[in-house]
């Protein structure tokens, strides 16, 4: 609904970046995973900037983009931050990233 595009505009553009990846249009890709990242920074939804910050990570980790353990490094500090220990555990296990938490 439009209401929601307003409090959760992070959600929709995860879903618009996740679709157009699905579709193959990945050229701006980063770019809108970024935006959705922002959202949700400034929407202070911790969760949501970790899960996006980790969908990026994946991207780039497919497309052999160096970002990926940024990206994953980031979703593993916001995992912490949120008081996930289990799916920041799951991250580190799973990804090779530098631990700046």
Known sequence: ??????????RVL????EIDVLMGK?????????????AARE?????????VNERAGDFCLQ????????????AYRLYLKWGSAGKAAHLKRNH??????
């Open 1 to 10: 609904t439009k209401a929601s595009t307003y409090t959760n505009p992070q």
């Open 14 to 17: 995860l879903l618009e970046t």
């Open 26 to 38: 990945t050229k701006d890709a980063i770019e809108s995973y970024n935006k959705a990242i922002n």
């Open 43 to 51: 929407n202070k939804c911790i969760n949501e900037q970790a899960i």
């Open 63 to 74: 497309n052999g983009d160096s970002r990926a353990s940024y990206y994953h490094g980031e």
């Open 96 to 101: 090779s990233f530098s631990d700046f938490s």
